[in-house]
């Protein structure tokens, strides 16, 4: 089995600072992706931001130039850095990984949990 473990949400002022983290662990061969979504109230869930295997990355147009997504490949573990936070940037944080498993042909995607991300003054 695999997991992802996420950790770093919380309660923020505009203009303030956290940093996510998510570990995944488990049967794992390798890690082709890794990507950071969000999900507001009442919204559907966004793509934030994503790194691949080879050091691509990607980010929505809302969070360029405030977040950064990196990794650790030998700990296989995906970071975001945000700052310059905003209200609008309220909601639940999600990891997610495309990867090979043993016993598992093919990549198969996981989901975290889920952490809390609330900026309000």
């Known amino acids: 089995q695999v997991q992802l473990v996420e950790s770093g949400g919380g309660l923020v002022q505009p203009g303030g600072s956290l940093r996510l983290s998510c570990a995944a662990s488990?049967?794992?061969?390798?890690?082709?992706?890794m990507d950071w979504y969000r999900q507001a109230p009442g919204k559907e869930r966004e793509l934030v931001a994503g790194?691949?295997?080879?050091?691509?990355?990607d980010y929505a147009d809302s969070v360029k130039g405030r977040f950064t997504i990196s990794r650790d490949n030998a700990k296989n573990t995906v970071y975001l850095q945000m700052n310059s936070l905003k209200p609008e940037d309220t909601a639940v944080y999600y990891c997610?990984?495309?990867?090979?498993?043993?016993?598992?042909?093919?990549?198969?995607?996981?989901w975290g949990q889920g952490t809390q991300v609330t900026v309000s003054s």
């Open positions: 488990g049967s794992i061969i390798s890690i082709y992706k």
């Open positions: 997610n990984c495309l990867l090979a498993r043993t016993g598992t042909v093919g990549l198969v995607a996981y």
């Open positions: 790194t691949t295997s080879n050091g691509r990355t």
